[in-house]
């Protein structure tokens, strides 16, 4: 195998988890990667705008094993995972996933997983960067329920774009293709024991599989990579600018532990009225009731191109510091500079024009609804 990529400038020692994807990832032409839970994830193959194109045109493959799953079984399992966040499970089925919030005692978003109900009291959290698998532990420790956390051999990869479909129905036959957004099905690929889902991180029509032998990895990755091939099938990072546009949010830049889901425009994964209990459900009673003080909109911001933002960057009304822009980016269809912005209520409004410090100057930002493309996401459940 010829090496396209020094690990020694990222990884020193064994400390950081490889997926088992990852030599299939090196061999693609990976040229980047970062690291999350505890892993490599691979973030470039070519630049930014190229990969775009080729989600929006064609199909692409994402190594996404870094989402590591928190396992919840036993007699208990739908009651504490239920108390670990404010969606109201009784509205999931078994097959089927849901986007939630798991929150603290003061309402903050300690993550945002995908979760899937495999069985009555059998679930799976498919974690962003942060570690959920000790926050349940602890709070397991003192529910006095009776259930099992740990992580499981499961690895996903996504398989996004317009040609999904076809990858898939190659892959698993025309049964996949009645496959409900958010909803999944358990299958065997010449012994290779996968899942598959309706869902994505791009706003695009995809799938994720995920496998459940890390030793067959490299052999997954071949079989999607062959199925795809009649369809331009291309190896990418993930997409800033597509989940931009479709206003998906990235755990640890545009929401946090200091960010409650009123904030975040996630008020719509709390049930209140639910009767079971849930973990910070009295705080967040208390600021849905007082109004949040702060909001995540959409703003586009004036001027040449912008490389999407490396660091947080300074938003200001009438020459005082007001908020941040947590994520920005150029998005070519749309020839404007997009991202989020953190800012005070009173300047959250639709047409309010804020001043953006960008590593190119300060720049005029105007608050614009999100998401920026496909508000009803007419596109990934089509």
């Known amino acids: 195998m010829t090496t396209l990529f020094d690990m020694a400038k990222i990884q020193r020692g064994a400390r950081l988890r490889r997926s088992p994807f990852f030599n299939a990832t090196l061999e693609g032409g990976c040229s980047s990667y970062t690291v999350y839970n505890h ?56 097959g089927q996933g849901k986007y939630v919030v798991i929150t603290a005692d003061d309402g903050g978003i300690i993550n945002d997983p995908v979760l899937l109900r495999l069985g009555e009291n059998h679930f799976w959290l498919a974690v962003a960067d942060s570690d959920l698998l000790l926050w349940a532990m602890g709070i397991a420790h003192n529910s ?23 990858v898939m129905q190659s892959l698993f036959g ?47 990755w071949d079989r999607v990579m062959a199925a795809g091939e009649p369809y331009n099938i291309s190896a990418t990072g ?22 409650n889901p009123y904030e975040a425009g996630l008020g719509w994964l709390v049930d209140l009225e639910q009767e079971a209990d849930f973990v910070g459900k009295e705080a967040l009673r208390r600021i849905k009731a007082k109004g949040a003080k702060r909001k995540l909109v959409g703003v586009e911001i004036a001027g040449d191109p912008l490389d999407l933002n490396m660091t947080p960057w300074s938003v200001s009304v009438d020459g005082r510091e007001v908020g941040r ?11 404007k500079n997009i991202g989020y912005a953190m800012v005070p ?19 005029q930002a105007t608050v614009v609804p999100k998401p920026f493309v496909d508000p009803r996401k007419e596109v990934p459940k089509s």
């Open 39 to 94: 892993m490599l994830l691979p973030t470039a193959y070519d630049d930014l705008e190229k990969e775009y194109w080729k989600l929006l045109n064609d199909v692409t493959v994402w190594d996404v094993s870094v989402e590591r799953q928190v396992e919840i079984t036993g007699p208990d399992g739908f009651a504490f995972t239920n108390l670990l966040t404010p969606r109201d499970l009784t509205k999931c089925k078994v």
């Open 345 to 363: 209520i009173e300047s959250s409004e639709t047409g309010s024009t804020l001043t953006v410090a960008t590593p190119a100057g300060d720049r």
């Open 325 to 335: 822009v947590t994520s920005a980016v150029y998005s070519p269809r749309l020839e």
């Open 238 to 259: 993930p997409s800033d600018i597509r989940r931009i546009e479709a206003g998906i949010l990235n755990y640890g830049i545009d929401v946090t532990l200091d960010t």
């Open 174 to 220: 025309d049964e996949v293709l009645e496959l409900a957004y958010y909803y999944f099905l358990e299958r065997d690929l010449d012994g290779i024991p996968v899942i598959v889902t309706r869902t994505g991180w791009t706003g695009e029509v995809g799938f994720e599989i995920y496998l459940r032998d890390g030793s067959r990895g490299e052999e997954l």
């Open 144 to 166: 006095g329920m009776d259930v099992q956390i740990r992580e499981p051999d499961v690895s996903p990869m996504q398989i996004q774009g317009p040609k999904s479909k076809l």
